[in-house]
C-alpha cells in the first residue's frame, strides 16, 4: 500500500534528506586519488550520527557498512573497504540517512582525477537522466512517465539502462511501494500507479555505458555490469505536490 505523507512527515523527511545532502557533499570533497572507500564510510558514519541520524543502510538485511560505494563497472551495493581510489576511475556513493523516525536516500556518481570524455559524459547524462525523469513527476501522471522519460533520454545515447535495480518509494520504510523503474514495459507493469501529492519516491537512474545487464559479485552484495564497462547513479528523494516535486536530498543554496 502507497502511504501518502502528511505535511508533518514531509518536513520531518526533508530534516533527514538535509543530512543525505550533506553526506554527500562531506564525501564529494574527501574523494581523492588515494583514499580507501573504508575511510570514506567511516568518515561518514561519523557525520550521520554527529547530526543526531543513523545510517539507514547499515544492518539493513545484514549489509555491514553505513554506505556504499560502488568503483567503475560497480553498479550499486559496493561494500566499502581496502579499495583505493586512483585517476580515472568514477565512484558511486549511496547514503541511506533515518532521522526522526524517516529516510532519505540520495546517490552520487563522482569522477576521480582525469576520466575518459566517454565515461564524463556516462555520468552527466546520467544525471541529466534523473532531470528529465523529474520533469514527468507531477500530479495526474503515473510512474509510467518516470520511467520512460528516464529511459528514451538514456537508450537515445546508446546507453544501457539497468533492469534488475529500480527506484522506490520511501518514508518510515527504507523501501515502500511504490516500486520506480528506470524503463517500462506495459506487458510487465500494465499502466502504472497514478502519481498523487504525498507521495515520496527515490527516483534513481542506474545507467551502463554498455549492456544494461548486471550480475551479483560473490559478496553477495555488489552489484556489477556483465561486460565490465562503466556505469553511473544518481538519486534524490523527492516528494510530490500540487506545485510540482520537490526535491529532499538536494536543496538551493543560500
Same mark, same amino acid.
Given at each position: ?17 538535509? #543530512? #543525505? ?53 560497480? #553498479? ?20 541511506? #540517512? ?55 533520454? %538514456? ?8 533492469? %534488475? ?36 519516491? %527515490? ?28 556505469? %553511473? ?22
Amino acid at each position: 500500500m502507497i502511504i501518502i505523507k502528511s505535511a508533518a512527515d514531509i518536513e520531518r523527511m526533508d530534516a533527514a534528506g538535509r #543530512v #543525505v545532502e550533506e553526506t554527500l557533499t562531506l564525501l564529494e570533497n574527501a574523494v581523492c586519488p588515494g583514499i580507501c572507500t573504508g575511510d570514506l564510510d567511516a568518515m561518514a558514519a561519523a557525520f550521520i550520527k554527529s547530526r543526531g541520524g543513523e545510517a539507514s543502510f547499515l544492518g539493513y538485511d545484514g549489509y555491514p557498512k553505513s554506505i556504499c560505494t560502488s568503483v567503475n563497472s560497480q #553498479v550499486v551495493h559496493g561494500i566499502p573497504g581496502r579499495y583505493r581510489l586512483k585517476d580515472g576511475d568514477i565512484l558511486s556513493i549511496d547514503v541511506g #540517512v533515518k532521522l526522526n523516525g524517516f529516510h532519505g536516500d540520495a546517490a552520487r556518481t563522482i569522477l576521480i582525477g582525469d576520466v575518459p570524455e566517454e565515461i564524463r559524459q556516462l555520468v552527466e547524462k546520467t544525471k541529466d537522466c534523473f532531470f528529465e525523469g523529474l520533469k514527468a513527476a507531477v500530479i495526474g501522471n503515473r510512474i509510467a512517465d518516470i520511467s520512460r522519460a528516464i529511459q528514451y533520454y %538514456a537508450e537515445s545515447f546508446g546507453y544501457g539502462v539497468v533492469r %534488475a535495480l529500480i527506484g522506490h518509494g520511501i518514508g518510515r520504510n527504507m523501501h515502500e511501494p511504490p516500486d520506480v523503474p528506470n524503463y517500462w514495459d506495459d506487458r510487465v507493469f500494465g499502466h502504472g500507479v497514478r502519481l498523487q501529492a504525498g507521495m515520496t519516491l %527515490a527516483i534513481e537512474p542506474m545507467i551502463n555505458l554498455g549492456t544494461p545487464d548486471v550480475k551479483r559479485l560473490s559478496d553477495g552484495w555488489t552489484m556489477e555490469t556483465v561486460d565490465g564497462r562503466p556505469s %553511473a547513479h544518481y538519486e534524490n528523494t523527492v516528494v510530490l505536490t500540487d506545485k510540482g516535486p520537490r526535491l529532499l536530498t538536494l536543496h538551493e543554496k543560500d
